[in-house]
DNA sequence: ACGACTTTGGATCGCCGATCCAACCATGGC
DNA sequence: GCCATGGTTGGATCGGCGATCCAAAGTCGT
């Protein structure tokens, strides 16, 4: 005999609670039943105005996408503003992990779409030829989704079993020196720079690697 | 009363019969439940030389890179053997799509360091200085995990609902070409090469981009 | 040949997404 | 002013999942 809500239930109100709960619990944590115990409704209510579970982390990340994409001050020069896109879905990415799950397992949905044009209109201001244009963009969004997929990833290893990201980076580092130099020359070499190098940094250093390759095509 | 096995349940056969199931019906096809009735035993087997279904899906991930890569034949060229490397990675995701999608979700594994290892010494080989070398490989490593991600969710998509790829490819071009140009205009201009594009190709012209820009760095 | 240890098969648990339906309530025709 | 109608709501329920647990069956050392 639990009393009936009336402030109108809407699907933006259902898009908002689970992006709490994603960022409060992680993925793990964004089920119907906590949705309804959070809302203080039903399975039904929910469903109403959402279509599914898929529905809804989709709707969740186009949101944190549109919000990203639009509070991008676009400046004069398209190389720097290429690399503040960047660095801000980078940084959307690092503050809700799962938006980086997401975005490298449902494609061609509005979110990818917003990232698209504004990857490739300001690839189009830098200068690219046309033919380049195409590839151009999709190369640099999917290195940005590659990254993006490895934050979360790395984001869920922490939130439960590791302590924190330096603790985890040595030992990461030093499971890596401890291989043998002759089977993985590379890995050994660098494990070193594994243990002392900043994620953001080596993003934005690969955005500058990608952009150079793309100055060289112009 | 069924009668017990007798030729040894092994990791290695579990393994294996995961990634049959995974290949045959996609991700969503390995559950314990079909792993039992192809294997014609019960969990308790299977858990005795398995941990859990990440350790599984993991496991089996692991198996098909590693095949990659020792598959791989390094010729002379190092830009060359490179392009060899990415291009075995893209057709083994092509061909096992939940490789892609367990690459883009599990970090620190074996397939990782695989695919790192054999990266960054081929860069190193290409003559990229030391200091570029982690960054380089990074950047590098991250743009075919991207691509591996799309790959996969593309094929989840195909697999059910969507007919044969160009049809769907089609579909999206003109959902594309559809948009306002005043807002999206890179996304409507680039709609045709959408429908025309290779995805191969596309890969590929994006390996060519990043080392470009780190040959720049050189 | 007997006991300790390993391996196997299946019953069971708790949780999940999804479906379904009865109760509810705002709105409009009369 | 009242009741029929159709858009909402809450919760019972279903089948399927990963995981745990345990008894039975095999294996091996002594």
């Given at each position: 005999m639990a009393k009936r809500r009336t402030d109108g239930l809407s699907r933006e109100v259902i898009v908002k609670a689970a992006a709490e709960l994603l960022d409060d619990g992680g993925e793990a944590a964004l089920t119907?039943?906590?949705l309804t115990t959070r809302l203080s409704t039903g399975y039904g209510a929910i469903y109403h105005h959402v279509a599914n579970k898929s529905d809804l982390l989709a709707a969740a990340t186009d949101d944190v996408i549109a919000d990203v994409l639009t509070g991008v001050v676009v400046t004069g020069d398209?190389?720097?503003?290429?690399?503040?896109?960047?660095?801000?879905?980078f940084d959307a990415i690092d503050a809700h992990p799962w938006v980086g799950a997401q975005l490298s397992r449902e494609p061609w949905r509005p979110a990818l779409l917003e990232i698209y044009e504004s990857t490739g209109r300001l690839l189009d201001a830098l200068g690219v030829?046309?033919?380049?244009?195409?590839?151009?963009?999709?190369?640099l969004v999917n290195y940005v989704l590659g990254v993006a997929g490895q934050n979360a990833a790395n984001?869920?290893?922490?939130a439960f079993g590791e302590a924190d990201r330096t603790a985890f980076l040595a030992k990461v580092a030093a499971q890596w020196a401890e291989l043998d130099p002759a089977r993985?020359?590379?890995?050994?070499?660098?494990?070193?720079?594994?243990?002392?190098?900043?994620?953001?940094?080596?993003?934005l250093a690969g955005v500058d690697i990608f952009l150079a390759g793309i100055a060289a095509l112009r």
């Open positions: 119907f039943r906590a398209p190389l720097e503003a290429l690399r503040t896109v960047a660095l801000g879905l030829p046309e033919q380049a244009l195409f590839d151009a963009a999709g190369a984001a869920r290893v922490l993985y020359p590379f890995v050994h070499r660098v494990s070193t720079r594994l243990r002392e190098h900043d994620d953001r940094a080596q993003f």
